[in-house]
């Protein structure tokens, strides 16, 4: 699409979007969000870019090719599955870590689960990605 | 019926390899496991010998029952040491008659896991460890049998013996689950211990059917039989040792290891005995038809199962004996005799049998270790083959159901098998010696040991039978009886009716062998005029089934998205709504509820998008129209407190828009072809399925809910998993093995559209 002002507002909406992803994916645990809402929220960020800009410009703006996100994506999530099986516990029981201070209490919770979250918000948003740069390039 | 194999004739393809190729001394390496075992096996036998039974095991899948535990008694140590010990002498042998193949080291790993996958088979007290190690049995006999990859004949037997007993692996699957849930309890040990209860259940009957197909397809019962002579087609070692000890004794195994669970009923006794007693028979009368020698084995040793079969299905004592007996000495003649035939087809290049005489000139010892095998086969005294045959009459005549029948059985059966050993094991090596394709020359020691070792146990035991009896066969009898059982053997029983049934048996055997070849031509005239084949008929079912699976695809998988959405949509319709029809009906609810302004402006959005999608006059209308309805939808999941589904439903809708109008800005703008009648149709189906769907929401929210799940999840979602948004919780933790299926589907579909899209493209620019 050949709209100037589409072009310009894109640019800081796309950045505004995928910030806006990150944050729904991390507050997802407690608030309504999560890595599917976050991943979605990102991919149409990138969506909007790949139109007003072309598919070739959103393919250098992400480097990487969205299936490879997509597969590091489950990749991620298969690791967060199997990191309790080494202490023994069934696969997927969430593993958490709270840095700086007591369980459940004021630290920063990481977790099993946020890096299976972060592999969800990988596959769906490299696997909307694909089709859509696929689609765009389908001219 | 008939000679699936006929056409197999001469020597099997050595795949490249020289016959002068010398044997690596590191290949023998590969007997360290089985030899291992074997010992260990050995030192277990006094243990066993004095009633005791030995259960390891360690819990593998507790929640399910399903544990690794190995259960050693006395049916299971016999046949751990036939599989282990013979395995040692298959892997010496095949080390010299593969000797310079370039796949000999995959040959050896393929053969180590079958003994390994066979041994857990027998060992395993679990009835789903048991399982698994069945079909692993199926896979790598699959990959022996296949092993000479490059034949096409190989690869047809290898993947018919897989697709058969893989068959009656699902059905033994289905057997063993309802046999522990009958039972209560998937360890072997304690099923045993309750077979009456487990006889006199509701689901014996389908139990029974079930185990059987799967015991009677892995050792090979008539109609089933055709794949065995077919498996010949792997290289002579992997024959000797599916053929002789293991593989299709899998099957057998498996009817003498259910004995006390399931056996003694009538249906078992019938089944077994006339499975066991037809297959018998016509195997040796399809042996007596075969000229290559290999072929001719194969057919006795579907013989040999039968006659196994058939014993199994007695209660009486010694007709169990008969058969524990005769599996032992089976085992010991059946591999000498195969790996015999290897040492003549590596020797002289053929195995047909009317090419062959006066061998034992050129190769004496393996002459003596055949006739010495051949003569246990027959049956002669002072061979342990006597002993098995003179128990054998003995069972016969103790079976309660019909022992005429079984007798007369037996005595056909091994009346033909004393004709077959003469033609495989004797007749070669005697006579004027004929031309062959290779001069023919004495084995190695590494290839005639396992033969002569094996045939002279055959002699030990048959002169002094105490060796085995207290040993092996009384204490797996005991296991199969499920009682304390004292078995005896001699080869002396006075004179009686069984002493007169073998000379009976002798009698006929030699005057068959004397007319052999006269039978043989007859046999073949009758063979060509039987209309089909079990090996043709087989090929016709596979083409059918080739056929139905042509035409069902032809007619479901159009390509058109039409065709798909109308069978998907009235699938649906019509499912759900008989299922509302059978299950009585929805109750219409008399009171209107009371809708807010609020509601009534998201029903109005969502109407008016539905009405907007119908009447638009080009694509990209009707599909923001519909985005308009998936936009009222997310409104409803807002206003009952789901904003977690309306986010996402949203996201949906706004990517589905984009994506759309992505691809619709390059269709035409108009739709030219819509037919109205076309249109009238697809609206019937719409108003269907929005009545349906309608009615079924009715119904749901007029029943109770059960606040089970969402009670527990809203108790444990902070507590055990620090979190307070109960949706994603679920997603991430809770269930997320369902959440990783999900995004491995999004991935993968991602990635088929992806192709899909690429391939249009690619062959578009062509």
């Known amino acids: ?139 | 019926m008939g000679a699936p194999g006929s056409s197999m004739t001469g020597t099997e393809a050595h795949g490249g390899g020289k016959p002068s190729s010398e044997p690596t001394v590191l290949g023998l390496l590969w007997i360290l496991p089985s030899a291992v075992l074997a010992i260990l096996f050995a030192t277990l036998l006094p243990t066993i010998a004095a009633g005791e039974v030995i259960r390891v095991g360690f819990a593998w899948v507790p929640s399910l029952g399903i544990n690794f535990s190995l259960l050693i008694d006395g049916l299971s140590l016999t046949f751990a040491l036939l599989i282990s010990g013979i395995g040692v002498l298959i892997v010496l042998y095949s080390n010299t008659y593969l000797a310079g193949h370039p796949q000999l080291g995959r040959f050896q790993l393929f053969l180590l896991l079958f003994m390994l996958s066979m041994l857990g088979l027998v060992l395993a007290d679990n009835l789903i460890t048991l399982f698994v190690f069945w079909e692993l049995t199926t896979v790598t006999s699959y990959l022996l049998i296949g092993f000479d990859h490059a034949s096409a004949k190989a690869r047809r037997s290898a993947l018919q013996a897989l697709l058969l007993t893989g068959a009656g692996g699902l059905a033994l699957l289905a057997g063993l689950i309802m046999l522990g849930l009958a039972a209560g309890t998937f360890e072997l040990s304690e099923i045993l211990a309750n077979g009456d209860a487990i006889r006199a259940h509701a689901n014996y009957l389908p139990i029974l059917i079930l185990v059987l197909a799967g015991a009677f397809t892995k050792s090979a019962q008539f109609p089933f039989h055709f794949w065995l002579p077919n498996a010949m087609a792997a290289p002579t070692p992997v024959s000797a040792y599916l053929h002789s000890a293991t593989m299709v004794k899998a099957g057998i195994y498996l009817l003498a290891r259910m004995h006390p669970a399931l056996g003694g009923t009538e249906v078992w006794v019938w089944t077994l005995t006339i499975f066991g007693a037809v297959t018998a028979v016509l195997a040796s009368i399809m042996a007596l038809r075969q000229t290559d020698l290999k072929l001719a084995l194969a057919y006795t040793t579907v013989m040999a199962l039968g006659t196994l079969t058939m014993f199994l299905g007695g209660t009486a004592t010694v007709a169990i004996a008969a058969a524990m007996t005769f599996l032992i000495v089976h085992s010991f003649y059946k591999a000498a005799l195969f790996l015999v035939v290897g040492i003549i087809d590596h020797g002289t290049g053929t195995r047909e049998a009317d090419q062959l005489r006066g061998l034992a000139r050129a190769m004496p010892i393996t002459a003596i270790a055949a006739a010495v095998a051949a003569l246990s086969m027959a049956g002669f005294p002072p061979f342990l083959g006597f002993i098995a045959k003179e128990l054998k009459y003995e069972g016969a005549l103790a079976v309660a159901s019909e022992p005429a029948f079984v007798a007369t059985a037996a005595v056909l059966a091994n009346a033909m098998m004393v004709a077959v050993a003469g033609i495989v094991a004797l007749r070669p090596f005697f006579g004027q010696p004929l031309p062959t394709p290779k001069a023919p020359h004495e084995a190695r020691f590494a290839m005639w040991i396992g033969p002569a070792l094996l045939a002279a146990l055959g002699l030990l035991f048959g002169l002094v039978p105490s060796l085995i009896a207290g040993t092996l066969v009384q204490p797996a009898v005991s296991a199969v009886t499920g009682q304390q059982e004292s078995v005896y053997l001699a080869l002396w029983h006075g004179i009686n009716l069984p002493l007169m049934l073998s000379l009976l048996t002798f009698a006929l055997g030699i005057g068959l062998y004397i007319v052999h070849r006269q039978v043989r031509a007859r046999l073949a005239r009758v063979e060509a005029a039987l209309p089909i084949s079990a090996d043709e008929a087989w090929d016709r079912l596979l083409d059918g089934l080739k056929w139905l699976a042509a035409i069902q695809t032809r007619v479901l998988q159009s390509g058109v998205l039409r065709n798909y959405l109308f069978i998907v949509f009235s699938t649906l319709a019509v499912m759900v709504g008989a299922t509302l029809l059978i299950a009585g009906g929805v109750r219409i609810p008399q009171a209107f509820p009371s809708l807010l302004v609020k509601d009534w402006a998201v029903v109005a959005l969502i109407a008016a998008g539905g009405i907007l999608t119908v009447f638009a006059k080009s694509r990209l209308a009707a599909v923001c129209a519909l985005g308009v309805v998936g936009i009222g939808v997310a409104l409803v999941f807002v206003m009952f407190g789901a904003p977690d589904v309306a986010i996402t439903q949203l996201l949906v809708e706004t990517l589905v828009v984009v994506l759309v109008a992505v691809v619709m800005l390059r269709l035409p703008f108009l739709e030219p072809d819509r037919k109205t009648v076309r249109r009238r149709f697809d609206a019937v189906l719409a108003v269907v399925v929005g009545v349906v769907t309608t009615l079924t929401l009715i119904a749901v929210v007029q029943g109770p809910i059960d606040r089970t799940i969402p009670d527990f999840f809203e108790a444990a979602s902070v507590p055990d998993a620090y979190g307070r948004n109960i949706v994603n919780v679920v997603l991430v933790d809770f269930r997320a093995l369902d959440t990783f299926g999900e995004i491995a589907v999004v991935a993968i579909a991602a990635l088929g559209a992806y192709a899909l899209i690429r391939g249009v493209r690619k062959r578009r620019e062509s």
Request: net charge neutral; glycine share 12%; aromatic share 10%.
């Open chain 1, 1 to 139: 699409m050949k709209s100037l002002i589409l072009r310009t507002a894109t640019r800081p909406l796309a950045a505004l979007m995928l910030l806006f992803s990150i944050y729904m994916l991390w507050r997802g645990h407690n608030e309504p969000g999560g890595g599917f809402i976050g991943g979605l929220i990102a991919a149409i960020g990138y969506a909007l870019y790949a139109i007003s800009h072309g598919a070739a410009a959103a393919r250098r703006v992400l480097r990487v090719d969205p299936r490879v996100i997509a597969m590091v994506g489950l990749a991620l999530a298969i690791f967060a599955g199997l990191v309790p099986a080494f202490s023994g516990e069934p696969l997927f029981t969430g593993k958490w870590l709270f840095l700086g201070d007591y369980e459940g209490g004021s630290g920063l919770p990481l977790s099993t689960v946020l890096l299976f979250d972060i592999g969800v918000y990988l596959v769906v948003l490299g696997s909307v990605l694909a089709l859509v740069l696929a689609l765009e390039e389908e001219t």
